[in-house]
Every structure is written in structure tokens, then in C-alpha cells.
T-cell receptor
């Protein structure tokens, strides 16, 4: 079964600083990988996804992530943090289940990003 | 606005009771997923339906059941509720079942069991 590990439950950066949120996955097959963001009292929304095309994936709000097969990593970065980036970020992997043709998206534990003025 | 509608937004009930959470997916989406989010367990996949049929099952308790109706809305039934069932329950939908697609999440139903 595939799994996702997010390193660091909390990350704090200053406004304008680099954001780096770490995600490692385990997978026996090429994975579909995602980053989602959750703002307070809201559902999750997609930031970006990797589906075996380009290894550097660009998402919304200036975020990007690089798929590195050799490191089984899919870290999320943003060159310059903004106050509005404060939220919880989830890395996820899509995993086929059984023979019914269904997929389940497995989420990491999440990383809460704090942005200091 | 993701286009996914969940009701009720908040629900407070007592142990041993039964509740039903409702989800209307985005227009055109055939897949519906249910997730449970709690502080200690994180975001846990419960179950997936595609066009009325169960397609994938996760860590769903036997006290919980779900179904997807012909109009594609879905309901999650939680029975014999325990304190530990208090959580935020999310519904998500996608246009496909192939795993490559984006999940669109509703705003969740917050269940409090007293």
C-alpha cells in the first residue's frame, strides 16, 4: 500500500522567505501525487498535482513541487511567503484499491504553515 | 466555492444515537468520497462511490454505512455513536474514478458526540 510522510507538523517562516514543506511517499508503482491546502473552517483545495508528466509541477498561488523518484520525494516550495499562505498543507498519493477500479487518495498528517510579519 | 454541498454543517448529538450526513457532488461528477478528519487520526479515507456503486473502502467502521443515490448525491450514516466519532466529516467529488483527478471537497460536517 502506498503511504505519505510529511516531515514537520508545523513550519514557521517570515513573510518574504522561502517556503519548503517536505513530503516523502512510498510506492511500488509510479504514483499520482498531490498537494492540497486547507484554510480554517474550509475544505481542502488542490494546489497542484503530479501525474507522470513534467517532474516540476507548478500550482496556484506561486507554489510548485518537484517529483524526485530517486528520493521518493515531492516537496512543496514557494519562493516568497505571503501572510495569506498561512494554512494547513497536505501531501497526498492516489492508490488503487482491490479489483473494483476504485482509487483512494491517502493524505499525509499535514503541515501547518505559520507566516510571521 | 468547490460546488460540493454538505449538510448539516454542524451536528451535536448523544452517544448511542444515529445521524445521517448528506453530500451533493459537483455537477457532472460521478465519484463521491467520504473522509473523516480528527486531531488524532488526521484525514482518513472512509469510502468511495462511483455512479451508485461502491468502488473503494478504507477505514470505515461497521457502524458506518454510505450509499450513492441515482441523482448522485450521497449519504453517510453513522450509528451507535461514540465519543470518539466526534470529527469533521468531508465529502469530496471527482469527475472520474481513475485516481489522477482532483478531489473537490465540501466544507465538511462537524459532528460532536456528547
Amino acid at each position: 500500500a502506498q503511504s505519505v510522510t510529511q516531515l514537520g507538523s508545523h513550519v514557521s517562516v517570515s513573510e518574504g522567505a522561502l517556503v519548503l514543506l517536505r513530503c516523502n511517499y512510498s510506492s511500488s508503482v509510479p504514483p499520482y501525487l498531490f498537494w492540497y491546502v486547507q484554510y480554517p473552517n474550509q475544505g481542502l483545495q488542490l494546489l497542484l498535482k503530479y501525474t507522470s508528466a513534467a517532474t516540476l509541477v507548478k500550482g496556484i498561488n506561486g507554489f510548485e513541487a518537484e517529483f524526485k523518484k530517486s528520493e521518493t520525494s515531492f516537496h512543496l516550495t514557494k519562493p516568497s511567503a505571503h501572510m495569506s499562505d498561512a494554512a494547513e498543507y497536505f501531501c497526498a498519493v492516489s492508490d488503487r484499491t482491490g479489483n473494483t477500479g476504485g482509487f483512494k487518495t491517502i493524505f499525509g498528517a499535514g503541515t501547518r504553515l505559520f507566516v510571521k510579519a | 466555492d468547490s460546488g460540493v454541498t454538505q449538510t448539516p454543517k454542524h451536528l451535536i448529538t448523544a452517544t448511542g444515537q444515529r445521524v445521517t450526513l448528506r453530500c451533493s457532488p459537483r455537477s457532472g461528477d460521478l465519484s463521491v468520497y467520504w473522509y473523516q478528519q480528527s486531531l488524532d487520526q488526521g484525514l482518513q479515507f472512509l469510502i468511495q462511490y462511483y455512479n451508485g456503486e461502491e468502488r473503494a473502502k478504507g477505514n470505515i467502521l461497521e457502524r458506518f454505512s454510505a450509499q450513492q443515490f441515482p441523482d448522485l448525491h450521497s449519504e453517510l450514516n453513522l450509528s451507535s455513536l461514540e465519543l470518539g466519532d466526534s470529527a469533521l466529516y468531508f465529502c469530496a467529488s471527482s469527475v472520474e474514478t481513475g485516481g489522477r483527478g482532483e478531489l473537490f471537497f465540501g466544507e465538511g460536517s462537524r459532528l460532536t458526540v456528547l
